[in-house]
């Protein structure tokens, strides 16, 4: 362990230790250091909560976040190397004890899609790694994904269409991926009424292919290493919509994992995942629900506790596959 003896930094300013353990941690981060995975393994004590979408080849849907297997495989190769993977409950229940936290880290999926079953999961049982997936519980039962409408609308030239059927001047045909999980634009249950009515009348493809249901989730055989959790039931952006459908997003979501036999997480995954995306009741509603506490995402490299005025939530790193060393 290095000592607090001053050293010399590149500007010849004298610094302690510690500092100069803090700047190469921000390099490690950064860049990550797989070449110097000892020194990387010792500086990468912090937690660490990854979150995937999709792990499918490439190429990708535009504005979809995914991963391609090859480089989901090389993520997994480096936590291995660095940190003890555990399911994110157990992770969280250290963080609400108070307990040792440092040098632990776990994989999350959210939305449930099809990808996740035919690419990640043969990577996860290979390594045996532990993950949770926070499905999406009105897909469960062979539903359709407003926003995988609001693609296909986007991927087809019927964005303008699409808004004019919309009747919300707020909404923007250019700006269409955007605007429609803008809280400051349209509610979500709006424009999911409306991505049902459109995709009839244009005769769009539905999204049961790309989400499995609830009869191949407990078909599946994953030796306890694969936990569910709830994502809502719509995936509504619960700050668009008022407390009452807040509720039933947060309820109606738990219930559908319960009634499957699916559910083994006590955790929300908040939809979208930003500061912006929830209000302050969503932690009450969460809490009355069943749930013991809320995660969400950022694009950025940040796993944080933060008390509140009720569970805790936890912040995720989304991963891209322009992250081929990821900054562990």
């Known amino acids: 362990m290095l000592g607090r003896s001053p ?3 590149e500007s010849g300013v004298a610094v302690t230790s510690r500092r100069y353990v803090r700047r190469l941690r921000t390099v490690v981060r950064r860049y990550g250091a797989p070449w110097f995975s000892p020194v ?47 399911h994110v409950d157990e992770l969280y229940a250290r963080y609400a004890a108070a307990k040792e936290v440092r040098g632990l880290a776990a994989v999350t999926f959210d939305d449930g899609h099809r990808s996740v079953l035919d690419h990640a999961l043969p990577i996860l049982m290979r390594r045996h790694i ?25 991927n087809a030239g019927l ?31 709006e424009i999911a009424e409306a991505c ?24 599946l055989d994953t030796r306890g290493l694969l936990r569910f959790g709830s994502h809502t039931r719509h995936h509504y952006m619960l700050s668009s919509v008022p407390d009452h459908v807040v509720e039933l997003e947060i309820s109606g979501g738990r219930e559908d994992l319960l009634g499957s036999g699916l559910l083994t997480s006590s955790l929300l995954a908040i939809p979208f995942g930003g500061d912006h995306t929830f209000r302050e009741s969503t932690y009450r509603l969460a809490i009355s629900s069943g749930h013991t ?21 936890l912040y995720r790193f989304m991963p891209s596959s322009r992250d081929r060393l990821i900054a562990l």
């Open 130 to 154: 532990p993950a949770t997936s926070f499905l999406i519980g009105g897909l469960l039962r062979g539903g359709s994904y407003w926003r995988h409408t609001i693609h296909q609308v986007r």
């Open 159 to 189: 964005s303008a269409l699409f808004t004019t059927f919309l009747r919300n001047p707020a909404v923007r045909a250019e700006y269409l991926i955007q605007d429609t999980k803008d809280p400051r634009r349209i509610a979500s249950d």
């Open 196 to 219: 049902v009515r459109f995709a009839y009348e244009h005769a769009l493809s539905s999204s049961r292919a790309d989400y499995p249901t609830a009869d191949i989730y407990r078909s």
């Open 40 to 86: 990387a393994a010792w500086l990468r004590r912090e937690p660490l909560i990854l979150l995937y979408h999709r792990v499918e080849p490439a190429p990708y849907e535009t504005g979809i976040h995914a991963v391609t297997p090859e480089t989901f495989d090389h993520h997994m190769a480096l936590l291995q190397r660095s940190y003890e993977i555990i």
């Open 293 to 313: 506490g809320i995660l969400q995402s950022h694009g950025t490299r940040t796993t944080r506790a933060l008390p509140l005025a009720g569970p805790q939530r």
């Open 7 to 9: 050293v010399r930094c």
